[in-house]
């Protein structure tokens, strides 16, 4: 069985960064792609950055040159860092990943979310 697990969220001031890791385990032969996502309370959950394991990295417009999406491929962990936060990125980030597991089939599945609050 495949588990998707966020960490690296917190409270931290306008300006500031932090770095989000979405860890997968289980039977797992490849993650194809991840995509992180966030929600703010009030509000439709929304796309912030995607990455394909062909190498393929897509950005909202509200996170490019600020945000960035990474994988260590021998942890099975995707990150993404996050500079120059703003209020408005407050969230609960999930990601969302689509892993070849061992016995071949496709799993897309989420995380449980991590808070990420930026206070001004």
């Known amino acids: 069985q495949v588990r998707l697990v966020e960490s690296g969220g917190g409270l931290v001031q306008s300006g500031g960064s932090l770095r989000l890791s979405c860890a997968a385990s289980?039977?797992?032969?490849?993650?194809?792609?991840v995509g992180w996502y966030r929600q703010a309370p009030g509000k439709q959950r929304e796309l912030v950055a995607h990455?394909?394991?062909?190498?393929?990295?897509n950005y909202a417009d509200s996170v490019k040159g600020r945000f960035t999406i990474s994988e260590d491929n021998a942890k099975n962990t995707v990150y993404l860092q996050m500079n120059s936060l703003k209020p408005e990125d407050t969230a609960v980030y999930y990601c969302?990943?689509?892993?070849?597991?061992?016995?071949?089939?496709?799993?897309?599945?989420w995380g449980q979310g991590t808070q990420v609050t930026v206070s001004s």
């Open positions: 990455f394909t394991n062909g190498g393929s990295t």
């Open positions: 969302n990943a689509d892993i070849i597991t061992g016995t071949g089939t496709l799993y897309d599945g």
């Open positions: 289980g039977s797992i032969i490849s993650v194809y792609a």
